[in-house]
């Protein structure tokens, strides 16, 4: 059964991964107004909406855009950094909305930062404890259980993060819309690229949640 969950989650991972790379080389071709790089979208931003205590810095890579509540960072890969393209501005919005969330204490943000520490460590170690949990599933069943609830709370931390990351598209978008970046011509296109980007988050999560069902039926079926 594991088997099956793990190639479903892998096959439906894969396409959202590709389909992803695929609208941001596509919309990477559609230049935004005013010839503005993802760089100058992102300061513009963040200006806008009252946010000045944040940098805006290129890092190797692709697709590796994030923003960094520790260091006040917002990320950017060199194409979008360097980018004059409907892709970039809504990459580049998008970190943006997390620096907005994370200056205005948005609550479900707040929320995953709490939670870093303990997923850190619960990463570490899950692994491990549930393997040998399975192994002494029917001499030493607490140990399973441990693990399960090391992953419960990876599990967790995957659903918290989809509002986190909904809600900073949304703010995204509709600053990218009031600021005339975008138009009723490439509006959908910054949608759709932001929305096959949160696809990747849902994935992750449904995935979790799966393999968390299946360790917690091995658990209660222990004695079969």
């Not at 071709?29 to 100058?40: D, E, F």
């Not at 409907?86 to 930062?113: D, F, K, N, P």
């Not at 296109?189 to 949160?198: F, N, S, T």
Request: some cysteine.
């Amino acid at each position: 059964m594991y088997l099956i969950i793990f190639l479903v989650f892998m096959g439906l991972s894969l396409i959202v991964s590709q389909t992803l790379k695929s609208k941001f080389r596509k919309y990477s071709k559609i230049p935004i107004s005013y010839g503005l790089t993802g760089a100058n979208v992102a300061e513009k931003m963040l200006r806008e909406q009252g946010v000045y205590d944040v940098k805006v810095i290129s890092v190797e890579g692709q697709l590796t855009d994030h923003y960094n509540p520790q260091t006040k960072t917002v990320n950017l890969s060199r194409e979008v950094y360097y980018g004059n393209s409907i892709a970039s501005a809504a990459v580049a919005a998008h970190e943006c909305g997390h620096a907005v969330q994370h200056a205005t204490q948005y609550t479900w943000l707040q929320m995953r930062s709490k939670l870093v520490p303990v997923v850190s460590f619960a990463s570490n170690w899950v692994q491990w404890v549930l393997l040998a949990g399975i192994l002494l599933v029917n001499t030493f069943p607490q140990l399973l259980l441990g693990g399960i609830v090391l992953f419960a709370l990876t599990t967790l931390f995957s659903f918290i993060t989809l509002p986190v990351e909904i809600n900073a598209s949304q703010r995204a978008l509709a600053w990218l819309k009031n600021s005339g970046l975008t138009t009723y011509e490439n509006h959908d296109k910054a949608e759709d690229a932001l929305r096959w980007a949160g696809y990747t988050y849902v994935v992750a999560a449904l995935s979790s949640l799966a393999t968390l069902l299946y360790y917690i039926m091995i658990f209660t079926g222990r004695r079969d």
